[in-house]
């Protein structure tokens, strides 16, 4: 509950002169370090770099002489005194591309203003490997650090580092305010908008004074887009003051948000100088940059529910019976695809927490969404492996197979072509299945696959030549288990249709049920086993890859016929793209060129379902190709991959299907897997044009 008591910070209540400070004093040294908490809220589970990011513009900085060398060294002594992160502090241009900037957890913005993406004339030798068009560098830099956000980087902003924006309309988005000009330079009444979030514990949910050059800010700002922490208590605050062009009076001074995958604080608070040793701004400080390492906890759900929300749908809340994480709408990759573009409009397949298959669409050119609708009432209830495929044929009727886990497959299909109004209850394509994927061929068949069965099934596919009334007989592709003969060896697939429709690529992982089983003193039949007493599905090793010709022959990446049904003698010896080791994998993500040519990116490390997802190794993404003719893992997206490969294996879910002339769309959603009162929000997010989102905000199901 709120407590209305206004408290004066002493440290912050300052005198309204400031007088020029030309660099960091001794003085003012010896108080940032008595400010800085003794300790971190959190302990990280791993070692955390930080980059504190000063402007290589800064002649042109106002703050130059007053602020960013205190707030550069404030950072700095936050991770020093209490061991949360280890900080470099630069200007240098260089770190910002790919192969540099994936060393940092996080960015802080120190007031860094200007357009320091565009490089100066002294930093452009550093680039002369790419070439001596400054335009060009500058676009490699933008895209480099939109990417690595995107991919689940943090980002920390406080004051003028929001005026970056001017130069770089994205930066707008993703910090998510303009800068509006500063109406106030003087005492301002400041109140909680969450008294009780992680973020304001520094303020022991009690309003307060503080005397600072507020900001007003201006579209793209939104309380519908992002978490406003603390704002402008308009009661206790001088409101008679010039330039006010808000007509709402709402006037934020701190909030969170999400970029894709990544974590975005901003705060107003960072002009005075004094700011840099007042004890209680410090420990905000502190725990937002653990929020965007990823360490310090917070229900980021909520914030992109209720406060970001480019969501079109939200679900739940409901928890999985028995499990830890909350209830997903979709698998990413072992069940696909949950969108298919078709005539400028994104079909969309998810499940609601009751496992019926629910479908929205949205049009590109109207900007509006249909739906939602329930392509059929059936549903497994908490098992989420119902969770559906969608495709859509030649004539554009509408596939969706679902609500199976080593049952029949159920299968609705739509009553007229590109409506999602009216479904019509198929024939079972198959009486036993798990994880359906679905695609479309250029010569207008409709390819399914499928686990047959539980976890040692063989992998299978069906055709439909004739819009899904008849089904071939299965033909199994992968069986782990056979030759030589290990009845507990299992796979988990992800197949891609290929450039023309005419391929079909396929990456695995070796699921090890042996592992599952062994206990105290039993030992696994065929390998030491480093990690026991796990949960049984996270025993899964390495990668592997095969593909489909359009003469109907399976490959491997060399060219040679694969034995079918393969097992995991034959994969081991020709399949391989990684092995993990010890270590796990995760499922891969598939991607092609414009050549046809196979990519993946997974997940590499080690964490345990049984004790809440705990990270016994942590979990670090790979990525993988063979453009040399054989596979090459890396630890980052290579700068040489081509766009249409580089931008969804940074995306923070799987691309649509289907048509991508006006760009790619991205299916994903977002949940507090430890908090089971917030709902799943689902998104459909465009690489150039953001949020397909829908009026009147989401659409809410059960």
Not at 3 to 15: C, E, P, Q, S, W
Not at 455 to 473: A, V
Not at 517 to 545: F, I, S, T
Not at 632 to 647: G, H, L
Request: hydrophobic residues 35%.
């Amino acid at each position: 509950m709120r407590r209305n008591v206004m408290i004066a910070m002493g440290a912050l209540m300052m005198a309204a002169a400031l007088p020029a400070r030309a660099d960091l004093s001794p003085d003012q040294a010896r108080r940032i370090r008595e400010a800085a908490p003794p300790r971190a809220r959190v302990q990280p589970e791993e070692d955390r770099r930080v980059l504190i990011w000063n402007t290589p513009y800064m002649e042109s900085s106002p703050h130059k002489g007053y602020t960013i060398p205190q707030g550069a060294f404030a950072m700095k002594t936050l991770g020093a005194k209490t061991g949360a992160f280890e900080a470099v502090i630069s200007d240098d241009q260089t770190l910002l591309l790919p192969e540099n900037i994936k060393q940092f957890d996080a960015f802080i913005m120190n007031n860094s203003c200007g357009p320091w993406t565009t490089p100066t004339d002294e930093a452009m030798p550093k680039f002369a490997k790419y070439g001596s068009d400054k335009t060009q560098i500058e676009k490699l830099l933008r895209q480099s650090f939109l990417d690595w956000v995107r991919a689940g980087g943090g980002v920390v902003a406080y004051h003028y580092s929001i005026g970056a924006a001017r130069h770089w309309p994205e930066l707008e988005n993703l910090l998510g305010a303009r800068c509006g000009g500063h109406p106030w330079n003087e005492e301002v009444g400041v109140k909680l908008d969450e008294p009780d979030h992680p973020l304001l514990d520094a303020f022991d949910g009690k309003d307060f004074r503080i005397t600072e050059e507020v900001f007003q800010y201006l579209d793209p700002y939104s309380r519908e887009k992002l978490k406003v922490l603390l704002s402008i208590d308009t009661k206790t605050t001088n409101m008679k003051v010039k330039w006010l062009k808000r007509t709402d009076n709402d006037y934020a001074l701190a909030w969170i948000k999400s970029y894709g995958s990544g974590r975005v604080f901003y705060s107003e608070f960072g002009h005075r100088t004094e700011i840099w040793w007042n004890p209680t701004i410090m420990r905000f400080y502190l725990d937002a940059i653990q929020f965007a390492t990823g360490d310090l906890p917070v229900n980021q759900d909520e914030t992109i529910e209720a406060a970001e929300n480019g969501a079109f749908a939200t679900i739940g809340p409901a928890l999985v019976s028995g499990n830890f994480h909350q209830y997903p709408p979709f698998y990413s990759s072992v069940i696909a695809p949950h969108a298919v573009v078709v005539e400028r409009k994104v079909f969309c397949a998810f499940q609601d927490t009751k496992g019926r298959p629910v479908v929205m669409a949205y049009d590109t050119a109207e900007k509006s969404w249909a739906g939602p609708v329930h392509a059929s009432d059936f549903g497994l209830g908490k098992d989420a492996h119902g969770n559906p495929s969608i495709c859509i044929d030649q004539q554009g009727y509408i596939h969706v197979f679902h609500g199976c886990h080593g049952g029949q497959m159920r299968y609705a299909r739509s009553r007229n072509p590109l409506d999602i109004r009216e479904w019509r209850q198929q024939p079972a394509p198959t009486p036993r299945a798990t994880y359906p994927q679905s695609m479309l061929m250029a010569d207008g068949s409709i390819f399914i696959f499928y686990r047959a069965g539980g976890h040692m099934s063989p992998w299978t596919f069906r055709l439909s030549s004739d819009g899904g009334r008849t089904w071939s007989d299965g033909e199994k592709i992968i069986e782990m288990r056979l030759a030589p003969p290990d009845p507990l060896a299992a796979a988990y697939c992800s197949f891609h249709p290929g450039r023309a429709g005419k391929t079909v690529h396929c990456f695995w992982v070796h699921k090890d049920d042996n592992a599952a089983r062994v206990r105290g003193e039993k030992k696994h039949p065929w390998r030491p086993l480093k990690h026991k007493g796990l949960h049984e599905a996270v025993y899964r090793y390495n990668m592997y890859y095969v593909r489909r010709d359009a003469d109907g022959t399976w490959r491997n990446v060399s060219g040679n016929p694969a034995e079918l049904p393969v097992s995991k003698a034959f994969a081991d010896e020709h399949c391989l793209v990684f092995d993990s080791g010890d270590e796990f994998t995760n499922i891969g993500m598939p991607m092609v060129d414009a050549a046809n040519r196979p990519y993946v990116r997974f997940r590499y490390g080690v964490g345990d379902w049984k004790a809440g997802g705990t990270k016994i190794v942590p979990w670090k993404s790979k990525f993988a190709d063979c453009a040399s003719g054989r596979w090459q893992v890396y630890d980052d997206v290579p700068r040489d991959w081509p766009e249409e490969v580089r931008v969804p294996a940074t995306a923070a879910g799987p691309a649509a299907y289907g048509d991508t002339t006006s760009g790619r769309w991205f299916i994903y959603y977002r949940n507090d897997r430890y908090n089971p009162k917030v709902a799943t929000s689902i998104f459909l997010e465009h690489e150039t044009l953001g949020y397909a989102t829908r009026e009147g905000g989401p659409a809410k199901l059960p």
